[in-house]
């Protein structure tokens, strides 16, 4: 089983950046698809990525289209998730997983959860 560590959460004014990171062990992760979701107080956890196996193919919920980028390193076993323009909104703790069911959006399609990362954005 795949196991995940996110990192490089933290404080940031809006309209900054941060690159968050997800480390995997266990498996390769050169044989899945890998997803970013993240949860605001209050409010269920939501898609905000998704990235094929090749890399080749990405998926963003809309309010992050534009401003957001997955990408992969299979040789480091990492996925990235680049965020530019950040707004207050962004605000959350973001998790990685691993797609379970091919090409789902939910919650229930993504598994082997890492613990998250708080990601805060000041006006």
């Known amino acids: 089983q795949v196991q995940l560590v996110e990192s490089g959460g933290g404080l940031v004014q809006a309209g900054g950046s941060l690159r968050l990171s997800c480390a995997a062990s266990?498996?390769?992760?050169?044989?899945?698809?890998l997803g970013w979701f993240r949860q605001a107080p209050g409010n269920e956890r939501e898609f905000v990525a998704s990235?094929?196996?090749?890399?080749?193919?990405?998926r963003y919920a809309d309010s992050v289209k534009g401003r957001f980028t997955i990408s992969r390193d299979n040789a480091k076993n990492t996925v990235y998730l680049q965020m530019n323009s950040l707004k207050p909104e962004d605000t959350a703790v973001y998790y990685c997983?691993?797609?379970?069911?091919?090409?789902?959006?939910?919650?229930?399609?993504?598994?082997?959860w890492g613990q998250g990362t708080q990601v805060t954005v000041s006006s």
């Open positions: 997983a691993v797609e379970i069911r091919p090409y789902g959006l939910g919650l229930r399609d993504f598994g082997s």
């Open positions: 266990g498996r390769t992760i050169s044989n899945y698809a």
């Open positions: 990235i094929r196996r090749s890399g080749g193919s990405t």
